[in-house]
């Protein structure tokens, strides 16, 4: 494996320096930026603009404990239960608890959340919670106003700099510390050299690796792919997560359709309208995301159809429209009105559980190297997520790796900002040939891996399928991983290599069925909940 995707020499490329560098534009990301202290220079970097993230996408909303009929030791409970006894229960209290002062925060610089006709919050609930405590804003839009609050609040900070459409190539590492990163900036059509005393990862998931997905084309999992060459530790990549219900429709791309609409109390039937979800779990509808997802795939095949159908039809129009206007003008471009017809869904995937391994602030094991938000394993999910805590996770792992990285940076010497270049100790660059032709047939590649993982490593997994979607994968990897590319689409698809044999070597060992990871040839759930860990390099 490659330490660096691509050659560089210091003296060839130019350098920035910065205090804080985050690698990531969704809302971890700037809310890690807006933690960090306003003495200290911040640089923000984004693969595409700022209003393209998963975290914009966000339907569902934020999941705290704000009504007085809730309490943080039910939220607590909920999300433990959901995470196959695999969450660090100190983590889950700390970020349940933070939750609220979260929100206080958000609402200071501007964020609106949807309110009754008497001005409080407007609470919902989701599937695994058992108190209405998911926070929307625009009914659909939770991520879209979250984001736009935080890009304004950014905009007023003078310390804070953002390059847009800037790919983050690798890590740069001496010794055992992260220093910063190289990069490919569209701007200037060429790669840059990001020195920095502390370096945050918010690159989001890996969603793009599967056939059917909510996630944006920007999720290849690079974060992890570049965290692990650079030699972090990376935990539980068996663990994804698959949305239960995903619109499908052949030949269009795959929109999420809200949990929240299941909350409201939307019913999934078949093609002859019968309501199945009862015959599977009593909590029907509301049953947790890897429950519905694995009941949803085991009708399909029993009823010989591609599809389910969410049903909604049964709320006044009026009502469906204004709760949920985001899936009802994208349903409406294919004909579909969500308050007279059924929404064809299928499961799709949604949000890695596993990722690089931090600590309870964040830090991950290489030293000068956080990260946080869908990048991250923190300990909050365990081996399924509860639905609506990733934004919450975002929000308070935001905060402290933000204002923990400023402390440690603030404490570090500039030696390496005032000293020549040439005198630094340097990461030793790659020194494969540039420009090697190559024939290969990238989207080819790419579709295929998508569709790879997608029959093998998706909602249900057996043995037989996992060592041949190995085997391929890593045939695949030995050509791949001889070029030298000269484009994002060619170093994406090397991260997505690289990111799906860490998914297909977990799912082979993980000789059970727990959480989010479901094998047919054993399906029962060990006695013992271990996690699964690897280390780059």
Known sequence: M??????????????????????GGGLAGFRAALAVDPKLQVLLICKNGLENSNSVHAQGGVATVWAKTDSPEEHIE??????????????????????PHEIRKLLEIGTQFDKKDNGEILLGREGGHRSDRILHANGDS????????????????????????????????????????????????????????QTILASGGIGQLYRETTNPEIATGDGIAIA???????????????????????????????????????????????RFMPDYDERAELAPRDVVSRSIVQHMEKTNSPNVYLDLTHKPADWIYSRFPGIASTCRHFGIDIAKDRIPVRPGAHYLMGGVLVDADGQSSLK?????????????????RLASNSLLEALVFGESSGRLASKNAQIMTNDYQVEPIENQPLPPPNLIQQHLPTLLDLADIRNALKSLLWRTAGVVRHEEGLRGALEDTLQWSGYVFSQQFQSIEGWEIQNMLLVARLILEGALQRQETRGAHNRSDYPKTSANAVHSVVCGK
Not at 2 to 23: A, C, E, N, Q, S
Not at 234 to 257: C, K, N, W
């Open 142 to 197: 939770t991520g879209r106003e979250l984001i736009r609050s935080m890009i304004e609040e950014i905009k007023r900070k003078p310390n804070i700099r953002i390059w847009e459409n800037t790919f983050a190539l690798d890590l740069l590492t001496t010794g055992e510390s992260c220093r910063g990163a190289i990069v490919y900036w569209k701007k200037h059509d060429e790669k840059e050299l990001i020195w920095a005393k």
């Open 78 to 99: 909920d999300t433990l239960v959901a995470g196959g006894e695999l969450c660090d229960r100190a983590v889950v209290e700390r970020v349940v608890r933070q939750g």
């Open 2 to 23: 490659l330490r660096y995707l691509v050659p560089f020499h210091p003296k060839r490329h130019p350098h920035f320096f910065t205090d804080v560098l985050i690698i």
């Open 228 to 274: 692990y060459r650079a030699g972090a530790k990376i935990r539980d990549m068996e663990f994804v997560q698959f949305h239960p219900t995903v619109l499908y429709i052949a030949g269009s791309s795959r929109s999420l359709i809200s949990e929240a609409m299941r909350g409201e109390g939307a019913k999934l039937v078949d093609r002859k309208g019968y």
């Open 368 to 384: 000068g190297l956080w990260a946080i938000g869908e990048v991250s394993s923190t300990g909050l999910h365990g081996a399924n």
